[in-house]
């Protein structure tokens, strides 16, 4: 009777053992986010700091914000941290994700050659400085991904009354990729421009004659946001950990860490400063 006791005592052990590994193994959610969070080393700065306050390894897929959207439809995530206000809202409309939370924001830029040759710079809007792009055919490459930043710069030429894929010429192209792809590739060029977020383009490198032209536009405001997937539509969602995730990073705390990413003294993002 007394071998029974031990083997089960010793049973009981190994299976709270098992259970606490897979207990462990499982504190993890998947982030599908934009590529800029992941090309300005946000993630590289932020996500230690996520786990060492909760305990939660947080694993990137980083996308273009349509992509990230989709993954979420599918249940492929727990969380999004994507950038274009109309997707997020329809979304959530649909019933894909619930509690959409705004968490930080920057802008984007129109950058191109320091030469300058469409005399985009100092134009007083996006649009106009697109306008002067296409009317002199200088050329322009676009993420063409469904990203935030495609979205908006979708927008922008529909304002400025142009279908740029229509228009004729190699002028305009479409790259199908995220935006530190982009950049390089605008940079190479030597004539083309593009718009990026400014996060993306403070931590670029590869610069060499690219410039940074208009800014300051209010079209080119770029807010992101939290989105938990909904667990009612998925429930294999990791809704407690993906809540303690957004909570700490709508906090203070996890709201002055994002103030506190930087890049030559300057923030990359800004904190929407949700109070908790």
């Known amino acids: 009777m007394k071998q029974i006791d031990n083997l089960a005592v010793c049973l009981g052990m190994a299976f709270m053992v098992l259970a606490g590994s897979v207990q462990a193994g499982e504190n993890f959610i998947t982030l599908a986010s934009t590529t800029s969070t992941q090309a300005s080393g946000f993630f590289d700065y932020y996500l230690p700091l996520v786990q060492r306050r909760t305990g939660i390894d ?4 980083a996308v273009g914000t349509g992509q990230a959207l989709k993954l979420g439809e599918n249940g492929d995530a727990d969380v999004l941290l994507v950038h274009d206000r109309v997707g997020e809202l329809q979304f959530v409309e649909q019933g894909f994700g619930v509690d ?13 050659p320091k030469r300058d040759p469409a ?14 792009i296409a009317g002199s055919k200088a050329g322009f490459i676009s993420r063409g991904d469904d990203s935030g930043t495609n979205r908006l710069e979708r927008r922008l030429w529909q304002e400025a009354g142009i279908d740029p894929g229509a228009s004729g010429g190699n002028w305009y192209r479409e790259a199908g990729a995220g935006m530190g792809a982009v ?7 030597g004539n083309a421009y593009t718009i990026a977020d400014r996060a993306t383009w403070l931590a670029f490198r590869n610069k060499t004659e690219l410039a940074l032209l208009v800014q300051g536009d209010a079209r080119l405001f770029n807010q992101y946001s939290l989105i938990l997937v909904n667990p009612e539509k998925h429930p294999h969602v990791k809704k407690q950990q993906a809540l303690l995730f957004m909570d700490w990073m709508t906090s203070v705390e996890g709201q002055r860490a ?14 929407n400063a949700l109070q908790q």
């Open 183 to 189: 950049l390089n590739m605008t940079a190479a060029s």
């Open 58 to 61: 947080v694993r990137v897929v």
């Open 119 to 132: 005399r985009a710079a100092g134009s007083e809007s996006a649009v106009a400085a697109l306008q002067k």
């Open 100 to 112: 959409r939370r705004e968490v930080m924001y920057n802008d984007f830029v129109l950058v191109g």
């Open 258 to 271: 994002i103030a506190g990413f930087q890049t030559a003294g300057q923030a990359l993002f800004k904190p």
